[in-house]
Each structure stands twice: as structure tokens, then as C-alpha cells.
């Protein structure tokens, strides 16, 4: 018997606000056809006044904790991915840890951009298999839109605002049954010589504003397809398993192109591919587990299931999770 950490619930929330590029064309010279062609986008959740990372991440939190037949006091570990917090400090995943009960455990947040979901997830099940916590809350929260600039139309139209949540518990299975739920593996990675390919021009030590949004997207892209697959064939490797093992990929959703070339390269069928990008745009941490509870709640993902999910962020960093359903 070994411990693993057990998917029990998923939660996710989005702001009311849903901007659709028709809207977009008003704001910014482009159009619907431009960035459909281009990115796959249709529509996106802007957050507005009230709303925010900490009061998305805390729906999601409370929809997961329902899901897993929970109350917030159970919950003795929250990992919380983000790079939009409320306050330079402390840490969102605080703000949550009190606004659902769960105050006394450990609550930090992560900062790896559009990986930290991963990180967060990673980070979350090495802290359950060793006992350093029962039950964790692994929530993914943005507004991005509270970083972008709005005149630049290379990328106010690439993201979205929301956040996503799963519950995760120490359980001891039978490593011997292949269908002992649970993740398997988790790779990540990052490589800080592509800075300034995808970053933020500001923070508190240097310009002591909290900056706008910046990308290189051709490069970024390039970096993405290749970093993607590798990671999904370590995970694979590492827990034993091919790609036509995999019943579903849940991707980072930032751009359909990404989402169709990462597929063709590990020779995956469309359709095993949870896509949101569409409705969603790219929210970041958000994406994953935005992604994931999606398809859980709309009956695509099923107990047993083999569920890889992958992302790659400003720094670069991206990673990869490899679990089996429960």
C-alpha cells in the first residue's frame, strides 16, 4: 500500500461580466475573424467591481468543497496559483483559508503564471504523501485583466478572468492495481533565459507599480509546442503509460492552435482534448482547472478516467500532472 493524493471534488467560478469580440472590436483595432483564425478565441469573463482573485478562488473553492461532500474546516492545506493577488501581501490563499473556515492549516500561494496550477498541484501532493497535511484545496485564481494593457491588441484579446478548484485527500491504495486512483506523477520546469519573452513590466522592488503585460508571441508558441510534449512524455514515462493510455488531456487553453499542435505531436485524437479557450479565453493558473471541472460536470471525465493535465507559463515554466480518477 502507498499513499496518493485522491481528486475528490472540482469547483470553478467566472465573473459575470462575459465580453465576446464583437465587443472586443469596439475596444481595440480587430475583429472577430481575426482572432478566431488566430487563437480560437470567442468570448471571455472580465472581473468587475467587487470581484476578485480572492473572491473567485473562493467560489471555486466553496463548488469543490461541495463536490467533495466537504465543509471548510476539513481542509488543513490551501495551494493557491496565481499571478494577480489581491495584496502584494499576504497571501491570497489566506483570504480564502478564512472566508471558508479552514484557518489553523498551511496557506500559501504559488507564482509560476500559467504553469502554477501544475506547481500548485505538485507542490500540494508531495505535501499529503509525506503527512504534512490530510486534505488540500488546489485552486488556480486570475484577473488578468487588471494587468493588461488595453491598447495593445496582441494580447488584451488572449486573456480572460476566473479561477478553478480542486480538493485533493491522502489516501492508501494498492500500487499493484493498475486502477488505484490517484496522481501518478508530476514533471515541472522552468528556464528564466526567456524572460522577456512573456512578463509583466513592473513589481514592488523595481518600478513600484504593479506593471502591464508583455509578450513575444511567435517565440512563445514555438517554446510551447515543444516544452508541452516533452513534459506529457516524461509524466507518461514516469507513470508507466502511452499516450493512447489517456482517455483525456486537460491543457493549458491558451491559444486552439497550441491545443491542435501539441496534439498532433504526441499523436493524440482531437477529441480526447478538453477545450475551453474558446469561451474562456486564457486565464492563466485558472485555465486548467477551469478546464477540468468543466468536462467533470458536463460528464466527460468519469471515476477511472486517466487525466493528464499540462500547462506552460511565463519564465518559462511548465509542467505536467498525470492522475487517475477516483
Known amino acids: 500500500m502507498i499513499v496518493r493524493s485522491v481528486i475528490t471534488g472540482s469547483g470553478s467560478a467566472l465573473p459575470q461580466r462575459a465580453v465576446s469580440n464583437a465587443e472586443m472590436a469596439q475596444m481595440v483595432d480587430t475583429s472577430d475573424e ?143 492495481d493498475p486502477a488505484s486512483p490517484g496522481i501518478l506523477a508530476c514533471r515541472l520546469h522552468a528556464d528564466g533565459t526567456h524572460n522577456q519573452l512573456l512578463y509583466v513590466d513592473g513589481g514592488p522592488s523595481t518600478t513600484g507599480t504593479v506593471g502591464k503585460l508583455r509578450m513575444k508571441g511567435r517565440e512563445v508558441f514555438r517554446h510551447a509546442v515543444t516544452n508541452l510534449a516533452n513534459v506529457l512524455e516524461e509524466v507518461l514515462a514516469d507513470s508507466g503509460h502511452v499516450p493512447a493510455d489517456l482517455d483525456w488531456v486537460v491543457p493549458h487553453q491558451a491559444n486552439q492552435r497550441i491545443l491542435d499542435a501539441t496534439a498532433r505531436k504526441l499523436g493524440l485524437p482531437a477529441e480526447k482534448v478538453v477545450v475551453t479557450v474558446d469561451r474562456h479565453a486564457n486565464t492563466s493558473a485558472a485555465s486548467v482547472p477551469l478546464a477540468f471541472d468543466a468536462a467533470v460536470r458536463d460528464g466527460r471525465i468519469q471515476p477511472g478516467h486517466l ?20
Request: a negative charge; charged letters at 20%; proline letters at 1%.
Open 34 to 176: 481575426w482572432i478566431v483564425e488566430r487563437t480560437g478565441i470567442r468570448s471571455r469573463h472580465v472581473a468587475g467591481e467587487g470581484e476578485t482573485t480572492a473572491t473567485l478562488a473562493t467560489l471555486a473553492a466553496r463548488r469543490a468543497l461541495e463536490a467533495a461532500g466537504l465543509e471548510g474546516k476539513a481542509i488543513d492545506l490551501i495551494v493557491l496559483a496565481t499571478a494577480t493577488p489581491d495584496q502584494t501581501f499576504p497571501a491570497t490563499a489566506t483570504i480564502v483559508q478564512d472566508a471558508i473556515g479552514a484557518n489553523g492549516g498551511i496557506a500559501f500561494d504559488v507564482a509560476a503564471v500559467c504553469s502554477g496550477f501544475l506547481y500548485a498541484m505538485a507542490t500540494a501532493d508531495s505535501m499529503l504523501r509525506t503527512g504534512m497535511a490530510r486534505r488540500a484545496l488546489v485552486i488556480g485564481a486570475e484577473t488578468f485583466s487588471r494587468i493588461l494593457d488595453w491598447e495593445d491588441r496582441a494580447t488584451c484579446v488572449l486573456f480572460g478572468d476566473g479561477a478553478g478548484a480542486i480538493v485533493l485527500e491522502a489516501r492508501e491504495v494498492d500500487e499493484t
Open 307 to 326: 487525466v493528464v493535465f499540462e500547462a506552460m507559463g511565463g519564465g518559462f515554466t511548465w509542467g505536467a500532472c498525470i492522475a487517475r480518477m477516483g
